[in-house]
């Protein structure tokens, strides 16, 4: 699930775009301030738990698990956890759950793309779009998003395959 190098650049914002005109209904694209931009690092670096997704929007569901956290670190580890069963973790809960998970996953972030690696599978690289957002709205009648919220987009050789939504565990 990777793109080409030489179109990554390029279609980084183009994804977007598409993006934004498939989830978003049109008058919120027209006339409205910005809803999202491109996440830095700083902007996800912390605890996040997976808000669901309407499975129409994803082509592909390679992490079917309804309940999923995610921890993105300072110096580029990557920890995520998932299950069927419902919990609410709280921040110290999660820290020490994945505190005691050895490093598997990395992340780096080259232009607008987030790339992950994992050293289970030499080779593979996961390329993820991650928008912050900056404004509340619903997306799509049914995908509510809040200032702060990551809308991740998992890139495919033929576009976006995955979205992801991300709200951050205080």
């Known amino acids: 699930m990777c793109l080409k190098k030489e179109l990554r650049g390029s279609l980084s914002i183009v994804c977007v775009v598409i993006m934004l005109l498939v989830i978003l209904s049109p008058e919120m694209v027209i006339g409205e301030e910005e809803l999202m931009r491109f ?9 996040w738990e997976m808000i669901p997704v309407p499975a129409e929007f994803n082509r592909v569901n390679p992490w079917p ?27 110290q809960e999660l820290e020490e759950i994945f505190a005691q998970r050895k490093l598997e996953v990395e992340y780096r972030l080259e232009g607008d793309w987030f790339i992950l690696t994992y050293q289970s599978l ?20 049914s995908i509510h998003i809040l200032p702060g919220d990551l809308l991740m987009t998992l890139e495919g050789d033929e576009g976006i395959v995955y979205y992801r939504h991300l709200r951050r565990v205080r």
């Open 39 to 47: 996440a830095q690092k700083e902007d996800v670096i912390g605890l």
């Open 65 to 91: 698990m309804p309940y999923q956290w995610f921890g993105f670190y300072e110096n580029g580890r990557f920890s995520s956890m998932m299950t069927t069963e419902s919990y609410t973790l709280q921040k």
């Open 122 to 141: 030499p080779g593979h690289q996961e390329y993820w779009g991650i928008n912050l957002v900056l404004k509340e709205a619903t997306l799509a009648s």
